[in-house]
């Protein structure tokens, strides 16, 4: 059934009622990624890594699509904090995974 409202307009106002939700803000990143605009996407990871420096997928997914955009320096710097945010927590796949897309950068 559907409301009449995007998936988007729900994680929106759902985050308006709760803006510090890593997982709202995050799903509505991807919302983004999904539809093409990775610019949006990039400022709602942005948004989400300032309030959550330690929400891992976060760095993957903003430093994917900043080299997307072509925005190389800042997509390396972004993989770069997120590998030390993965190794900090343990999370060596996700830290390995980051590392071969920044070998992957050129």
């Known amino acids: 059934m559907m409301t ?3 998936r988007r307009q729900q994680l929106e106002e759902m985050l308006a009622e709760d803006p510090h939700d890593p997982f709202l803000r995050y799903g509505l990143a991807m919302e983004h990624v999904s539809a093409g605009q990775d610019e949006e996407a990039v400022r709602c990871f942005e948004e989400l890594l300032r ?3 330690d929400y891992v997928p976060g760095y993957m997914q903003a ?6 955009l072509n925005r190389v320096e800042e997509a390396r710097a972004v993989f770069q904090a997120g590998i030390a945010a993965a190794r900090k927590q343990g999370d060596l796949h996700a830290a390995e995974e980051m ?6 950068l050129n």
Do not use: D, I, V, Y
Request: charged share 20%; aromatic share 6%; glycine share 22%.
């Open 4 to 6: 009449g409202k995007s």
């Open 51 to 53: 309030m959550t420096p």
């Open 63 to 68: 430093g994917r699509a900043l080299a997307r």
């Open 99 to 104: 590392a071969g897309f920044l070998e992957g």
